[in-house]
């Protein structure tokens, strides 16, 4: 059972590069997350797919754009990163409460 | 939108001592959910609670909704090293959204 898995796990990219975050769930789940965690900023929601579908943004969505691919998976994208983009990445599905991928640590240089 | 409040920040206590970390929203709360995410790890569902007054409890933890439903409290009794680690709760309000507070960082010293 895999549950949420996040790739890739580590990644250092230039300043003003693009990247896609992938995520993958095999729950069946409806509603899937991105989120960012910057240390003392708690877990703040980017954007999120409550049905295969659809997205809306959160509480951080710019600088990122998502796409809710099928009811696996749902990915992130962003297409110039910049320094304040470092952060640790979680994506998570939903159905009742929350399963977290293992994350993405993402530095802009 | 809705927002969960979630104090302290952080808190550092002795091995043996009591932890308590608060959660409260200025709007009625369908439920609270609360994780823990240990050090370099990923948030991991501990309990919901939904009904008004509700109280569960796991071993030395103890889960307490309010009654007005704004509030909601997680208590550790004589923490241990293996608490380490960051409590979260979390509101599903309607429209889907899964939104966190800012979390309680806890250490603990041996």
């Known amino acids: 059972n895999a549950g949420v898995t996040q790739t890739p796990k580590f990644q250092v990219l230039k300043t003003g590069q693009s990247m896609t975050l992938q995520c993958a769930q095999d729950m069946n789940h409806n509603s899937m997350y991105w989120y960012r965690q910057d240390p003392g900023m708690g877990l703040r929601l980017i954007y999120y797919s409550a049905s295969e579908g659809t997205t809306d943004k959160g509480e951080v969505p710019n600088g990122y754009n998502v796409s809710r691919l099928n009811k696996r998976e749902f990915s992130l994208r962003l297409e110039s990163a910049a320094p304040s983009q470092t952060s640790v990445y979680f994506c998570?599905?939903?159905?009742?409460?929350?399963?977290f991928g293992q994350g993405t640590r993402l530095t802009v240089v | 939108g809705q927002q969960v409040m979630q104090i302290p920040q952080y808190q550092h206590v002795q091995e043996g001592e009591d932890f308590t970390t608060y959660c409260n929203s200025s709007t009625t709360l369908s439920n609270i959910q609360w994780y823990k995410q240990r050090p370099g790890g990923h948030p991991v569902f501990l309990i919901q609670?939904?009904?008004?007054?509700e109280v569960k409890k796991q071993k030395r933890l103890t889960f307490q909704f309010g009654e007005a439903k704004k509030n909601s409290s997680l208590h550790i009794t004589a923490t241990q090293t293996t608490d380490v680690g960051t409590y979260f709760c979390n509101s599903h309000n309607q429209g889907g959204k899964l939104i966190f507070g800012q979390g309680t960082e806890l250490s603990v010293k041996p």
């Open positions: 609670l939904v009904k008004s007054g």
């Open positions: 998570a599905s939903n159905q009742g409460y929350a399963f």
